[in-house]
Each structure stands twice: as structure tokens, then as C-alpha cells.
């Protein structure tokens, strides 16, 4: 056997240790959980009243529903099947519509690279249209609340239940975000093949594909996150379903039975990934590419004027929010029974909600809480994800099977915990807390930005110019730093949507998202239009600023952003 054959083989088997390694690792967290939940008094003390018979001293028993009394097992049975077809139409959506967004962009570049002045506003236009297509938050909650604001603007609201087969175009929204971000990895492919020359299109559109491709399964965690979200909107018979009526309910272990099959998919989907990725540069070879693509800057970054466009979006709703209590015409809690419902106009700029609470005040408020939810988990995870970032590409660039395992030791835990769907995890994690706050969702939003953000040092330091070491780890920390907030309130917003973030009377994005707008739609589509552009302008300036940075200090990766999806 030649030598080049056996270490690709030696470095096959060694994904595959790493995968068992990691399944290995998810049920210890899963026996963690139970651990904690048997534990915790006042939470077994709250499931005994809810439940209505009492829970044994030997504590919960796993193996069945504490609702239905029927096996996890046969609980979960067939619907993990819908969740993963479900899953994999919106890979599959999202991967048609980066097929076709892709060589429009490329179209684009070619009429415009031959002015200075138009390719600086391509590249600042493209920067927003990306980021803006990759961050709206209503994309991640399901595209389903925009259709029915639609049909509710019509007249016509038909019933959710019923009617969710006829709605697939909406149910397939969510696939545009994972679209959006392969758009933003191709465009740096795209970068890469220009700076090369040479090949055939066919050949480099080929090897695009598979670079896609290996993205995509990358991102299984969060396909199925989007899948969990767009089933419970439209009441799909799926896993998802399943779980998130445990969440509602508190039946821990068909949560915690979901939440391995999902991991266990997760790392298979992920295992399946690393050996397209090993196998990238003999397939290029075979069709007559470079070896691999991977993703590269331009040579000419954005200019200073959209750096400032990037920190004024930022700092519109963080000056806003910190300035709530000045701007706001109300207190976020202070209601007007005699306005119920009201519509925008002269005293409620953006109307009132079912309490007659001022939907304008209940806005500036939500962003000051959710603003310092994901700045607080940002903080606490900000010096352990440098560090080991840092320290995961020093591993990753020496030479030597050596080196490869103690990087893969390193990255274990990561690994590990990126395993479950980030939605899931988050909400089990809250789940422990039995009274839900500010600093539960604190808590669960920096467990699930951890490893995440270790993953961004980690491509961020290591696709970064060549200068000087401590030039190197300050441009990477400046461009992880928004990249990891805008994340934080992603998720931030998707537990509160699902019920398990910041509670009442606190306003919340996410939490008005799920209650008012789905309750109230028909008779007040405003409850849902401001939301919508609230998160929008909150969650779109950070991986704008981060992006933007990205691209002036030169960094050859475009993929950083897409962690926050695994």
C-alpha cells in the first residue's frame, strides 16, 4: 500500500474514533442531565404538583413518559423520520437557492471589477445583503409567522392545523438561512478560483458543489434546529413536535431521548462530512482542479464608509436599548385596558398588544434585555473561546499525525457539545432551572456560544494574514467578538420563542414572536411586523461589523459565521 494510502486510511479511522469518542461523550452529558434533574429537589417538587402524583425516592424513571407512561422508545418511534426529511428538504432548498444566487454574484463581480468605485460598493452592498439574508431572526423562527401576516392582511387565515401541507412555500423559508451563509462560503471560494486562474468552470462549479456539500452536513445541528422550529409552527407530526410539547410539559425524558437521537445524527451527519472533506483534494485531482478551495478574501476590502454604515447599525439598537427608560413613551409593563389591540397611530406609535401595553416601549425594552443577555454570555465566554481556539489552530497547522490527535483531544469537548441541535440543548438546559430569568437564559445561551466561538477563533486565527503574532490574535479577537454577539442573540431569541428565555412581564423579541403575533395575528398583524423588524435591525449589525472587519484586515476564510449554525 503506498504511503499516501495509508495515512488517508490512518486518518479515516481516526474521524471515526473521534465520532465514537463523541457519542461516547453525549450520553455522559445526557446521564449528567438526568443526574441534575434527579438532584434537584425543588424541580422534582414542581413536576410532582404539575403531574399530580408523586415522584419516587428513587427518582425519576427514564425509560418512559412521565404524561403518557409509555415507552420513550415507542414515544419517539417514526417521527424522527419526519424531522430528518423535513431536515434534509431545506438542505436541499437552501443548496438550490445558493446554486442559484451564486453565479448571479458572479455575474455581478465581472461587470463591475473593472471600476474601482462600483466594485467598492458591490462588495459593501454585498456585504449587507449577505448578512441581512443570513441574520434576520424571523428566518430562523420560521417563515411561517411572514406568510400568515400575510394571509392575515387579506382576510384570510386558515387554520395552522389544518392547513400546514398547502403552506410548504412558507414552511421552507428557514432554508434561507443556511443558504445564506453557503452564498457567503462561496463567494470566498469564488474569491480563491479568481486568484488561481486555470480549470474549466465546470471543474471549479464541481468543486464548489462538493465544498457545499460538505458544509451543508456540516450544519446538520442547525438544519435540524430549523426543522424542530418549523414543525411546532406548523404542528408537523415530527420529533420536533414531540419535543418541544416535552419542553411545555416538562417530560424529561422524551426530552433527553430526542435529544440523543438528535446528537447521534448530528455526529454521523458530521463524521460524513470530515471524510468528504479528506477525500476533497483526490477528487480535485481526479477532475483536474488545484487541490483544495478553500475559501480566500479579496485583495481590497471594504471601505472605511461601510465599516461606519456596520457600527451605526450596531449602535442604533444598543443606544436604544440602554436608553429604553428615556426613549420609551411607557413602561414596558404598563397597561391600557381601554386600548386593547389598538392599531398604530398618533398615542401608540406602533400600536398596543392584547393588554393594551405599548408595542413601542415594549421594543426599546426587549432590546436592552436581550442586548444584555448576549452580552453577559458573550463575556463569559469570551477568554475561554480565545484561548482555546488559539491554542486548537496552533495544533492544527504542525505537521504529523501527532499533532492531528492532540488537536482532536483538544477539540473533543467542542465537539461534543456541538453534537446536540443548539435549540434543544438550550431549552433542556433551562429546563433544570426551575425558575426561568435573566440569568437562566444567561447561562443556557453561554453553554451553547462556547464551543461555537472556540470553532470561530479557531478559523479565524488560522485563515488570517501573515503579520506579526500579536497582530494576528488582536484582528482575529476583534472579528470574533460581534460574530459571537450576533450569535448569542440568536439564540437568545429562539429559546424565548419556544417559551424557556426571559420570562414575564419582561419583554422579549422572540417571546412576543411566539405569544402575540400567533394569538393575535388576524386582528392585529402589527403585533408580528414590528417584532420582525426589531430583530432584524438588532441581530444585523454584529455579523455585519464582524464580517466587515473580516474582510478589511484580509482573512481568507468566509466560514466563521457559519459555526454558530453547527
Known amino acids: 500500500m503506498k504511503p499516501q494510502a495509508k495515512q488517508a486510511l490512518f486518518a479515516a479511522g481516526r474521524r471515526v474514533a473521534v465520532t465514537a469518542l463523541v457519542l461516547a461523550g453525549v450520553w455522559v452529558v445526557i446521564l449528567l442531565l438526568r443526574w441534575a434533574a434527579d438532584s434537584n429537589t425543588e424541580l422534582i417538587a414542581v413536576m410532582t404538583r404539575d403531574l399530580r402524583y408523586p415522584i419516587g425516592p428513587e427518582g425519576i424513571d427514564w425509560s418512559t413518559s412521565l404524561w403518557t407512561k409509555r415507552p420513550v422508545a415507542e414515544e419517539l418511534a417514526g417521527r424522527l423520520g419526519y424531522t430528518l426529511r423535513w431536515a434534509g428538504l431545506l438542505g436541499l432548498f437552501s443548496l438550490a437557492v445558493a446554486g442559484i444566487a451564486l453565479p448571479l454574484g458572479v455575474a455581478l463581480v465581472r461587470a463591475t471589477q473593472n471600476n474601482a468605485w ?41 387554520a395552522m392545523r389544518d392547513g400546514w401541507r398547502m403552506w410548504w412555500p412558507a414552511a421552507l423559508t428557514p432554508g434561507l438561512l443556511p443558504a445564506g451563509i453557503m452564498v457567503q462560503i462561496g463567494l470566498g471560494e469564488m474569491a480563491k478560483w479568481r486568484q488561481q486562474g486555470g480549470g474549466s468552470l465546470a471543474t471549479w462549479g464541481g468543486l464548489l458543489t462538493l465544498k457545499l456539500v460538505i458544509a451543508l452536513l456540516r450544519m446538520t445541528g442547525g438544519l435540524l434546529a430549523l426543522a424542530i422550529l418549523a414543525e411546532g409552527l406548523f404542528n408537523v407530526p415530527g420529533l420536533g413536535t414531540r419535543l418541544v410539547g ?55 476590502g471594504p471601505g472605511r464608509a461601510w465599516l461606519a454604515v456596520a457600527a451605526a447599525v450596531v449602535l442604533v439598537p444598543l443606544v436604544l436599548g440602554l436608553g429604553a427608560g428615556v426613549f420609551a413613551p411607557f413602561s414596558y409593563h404598563e397597561t391600557h385596558f381601554a386600548d386593547q389591540l389598538t392599531p398604530p397611530g398618533p398615542t401608540y406609535r406602533l400600536g398596543t398588544d392584547y393588554l393594551g401595553r405599548d408595542m413601542l416601549s415594549r421594543i426599546l425594552f426587549g432590546f436592552r434585555f436581550s442586548l444584555l443577555a448576549a452580552l453577559a454570555s458573550t463575556a463569559i465566554i469570551f477568554l475561554p473561546a480565545s484561548a482555546w481556539g488559539w491554542l486548537a489552530s496552533r495544533l492544527s497547522r504542525r505537521k504529523g499525525q501527532r499533532s492531528g490527535a492532540w488537536h482532536d483531544l483538544l477539540l473533543l469537548p467542542a465537539h461534543i457539545l456541538m453534537a446536540f441541535p443548539w435549540v434543544a440543548l438550550g ?29 470561530m477563533m479557531e478559523e479565524l486565527y488560522g485563515s488570517s494574514p501573515e503579520v506579526g503574532q500579536a497582530k494576528r490574535v488582536a484582528r482575529s479577537l476583534l472579528v470574533m467578538l460581534p460574530l459571537a454577539v450576533g450569535a448569542a442573540l440568536i439564540y437568545e431569541v429562539v429559546i424565548s420563542y419556544v417559551g424557556h428565555g426571559i420570562p414575564p412581564p419582561y419583554p422579549d423579541l422572540g417571546r412576543m414572536l411566539a405569544e402575540d403575533a400567533r394569538l393575535y395575528m388576524g386582528k392585529a398583524p402589527w403585533l408580528a411586523t414590528w417584532p420582525m423588524v426589531a430583530l432584524a435591525l438588532l441581530v444585523l449589525g454584529w455579523p455585519l461589523l464582524g464580517n466587515t472587519l473580516a474582510e478589511r484586515f484580509g482573512f481568507r476564510s468566509r466560514a466563521a459565521w457559519s459555526k454558530f449554525m453547527e
Not at 432551572?433 to 453561554?446: D, E, K, N, Q
Not at 451553547?448 to 470553532?455: E, G, K, N, S
Open 246 to 300: 416535552a419542553f411545555e410539559t416538562r417530560d424529561l425524558p422524551v426530552a433527553l431521548g430526542g435529544l440523543w437521537a438528535l446528537a447521534v445524527t448530528v455526529a454521523l451527519a458530521k463524521l460524513a462530512a470530515d471524510l468528504l472533506g479528506m477525500a476533497e483534494p483526490y477528487i480535485a485531482r481526479r477532475i483536474g482542479g488545484q487541490g483544495s478551495i478553500a475559501g480566500s478574501g479579496s485583495a481590497r
Open 118 to 158: 462600483l466594485a467598492e460598493a458591490r462588495q459593501g452592498l454585498g456585504l449587507l445583503l449577505v448578512n441581512a439574508w443570513v441574520t434576520i431572526p424571523a428566518l430562523v423562527i420560521g417563515g411561517g409567522v411572514a406568510a400568515t401576516l400575510v394571509a392575515a392582511w387579506w382576510g384570510w387565515v386558515p
Open 427 to 455: 431549552v433542556v438546559v433551562a429546563l433544570l432551572f426551575v425558575r426561568p430569568g435573566l440569568w437562566t437564559a444567561i447561562m443556557a445561551v453561554s453553554l451553547l456560544l462556547l464551543p461555537r466561538a472556540t470553532r
